[in-house]
């Protein structure tokens, strides 16, 4: 089992940045691929950013060259760097990893809300 907890969500301007922290716990080392997703109200989870243990990052065409994901394995934790955000990027921000055993588990955090203002 994996526990993931995000934080560092809140309200920033139009323009602004912000950095969401993704803190992982339980049995951890099965994990091949981490990152994160959001859901903005009325609409589908959609990906934001992957990583792969082998150090693949794959973004969404709509952050791509704004938010940076990176890990710090002796932390436990991944990172989100948005910046030059826009309003449509509010939404409730989830932590996701995925184990190579165990059926290819998946695993979600509670989520983090971002609020962008115009």
């Known amino acids: 089992q994996v526990q993931l907890v995000e934080s560092g969500g809140g309200l920033v301007q139009a323009g602004g940045s912000l950095s969401l922290s993704c803190a992982a716990s339980g049995i951890i080392a099965s994990i091949d691929l981490t990152g994160w997703y959001r859901q903005a109200p009325g609409k589908q989870r959609e990906l934001v950013a992957l990583?792969?243990?082998?150090?693949?990052?794959t973004y969404a065409d709509s952050v791509k060259g704004r938010f940076t994901v990176s890990r710090d394995s002796a932390k436990n934790t991944v990172y989100l760097q948005m910046s030059s955000l826009k309003p449509e990027d509010t939404a409730v921000y989830y932590c996701y990893a995925r184990s190579r055993v165990g059926g290819g588990a998946v695993y979600w955090g509670k989520g983090t809300l971002v609020t962008v203002s115009s």
């Open positions: 990583t792969t243990s082998a150090g693949i990052i």
